[in-house]
């Protein structure tokens, strides 16, 4: 029992001495790895806290007027961090501007750069609702409709719904317009949005 115990006990010996290399290999390519996603995790998480606060900095700025700084910083983070969440909010900042100068291409230019580059769905959705608001205000009737019934096939946002009726009072087709706005009063609105619906009703009977 002993010799055999001790011949398998030097069965092993032997062949962790012929795989010491590969085993020596693994162990430190584990560490490497394990070492370097900690590395890694932490530089990100510098980078959040360093764009948290640049995104500050960028909004206050705004707000006291200083839109070119603004402007700058977006342009900056978008080429540097591009799927980053402060350098999306940072760009639909951008798009008011843009719009309030006239200067749509533009516009229409950021908000695709977001809907590429952002990683939040709900930012994503922002964005693109913005977009589909914008071909609206453009004319740009039949895109917007398409976009929204991609977006949205069930009809399951009620900003897009509404957006739907808008699309289609300002193509005329009064009847099907008040349908999509009774159809947005199905869904749980706030007292305001619900008086502000049911006003936009009442304007087109």
Do not use: C
């Not at 590395?39 to 700025?61: A, P, R």
């Not at 342009?75 to 350098?87: E, M």
Request: hydrophobic share 35%; aromatic share 12%; proline share 2%.
């Amino acid at each position: 029992m002993n010799n055999q115990y001790t011949e398998e006990e030097e069965k092993f010996l032997s062949w962790f001495k012929d795989n010491l290399k590969s085993l020596l290999a693994g162990l430190f390519l584990g560490i490497f790895f394990i070492i370097s996603y900690k590395y890694y995790v932490n530089y990100q998480d510098q980078i959040t806290t360093n764009l948290s606060f640049e995104y500050e900095k960028t909004i206050q700025k705004y707000r006291e007027g200083d839109t070119k700084y603004l402007l700058e910083k977006d342009k900056q983070l978008s080429s540097d961090y591009p799927s980053n969440i402060y350098t999306n909010l940072i760009s639909l900042y951008s798009v008011k501007i843009f719009i309030d100068n006239n200067e749509i291409d533009k516009a229409f230019e950021k908000l695709n750069f977001v809907i590429s580059n952002s990683p939040s769905q709900h930012i994503k959705m922002i964005a693109q609702i913005r977009k589909a608001r914008l071909m609206i205000s453009n004319d740009q009737l039949v895109d917007a409709k398409n976009l929204i019934q991609r977006i949205d096939p069930n009809q399951k946002n009620y900003i897009l719904v509404e957006l739907l009726g808008d699309i289609y009072f300002k193509n005329g087709e009064i009847e099907l317009a008040k349908k999509k706005y009774n159809e947005v009063l199905n869904f749980n609105l706030t007292p305001k949005n619900l008086k502000i619906m049911e006003n936009k009703i009442n304007t087109i009977q």
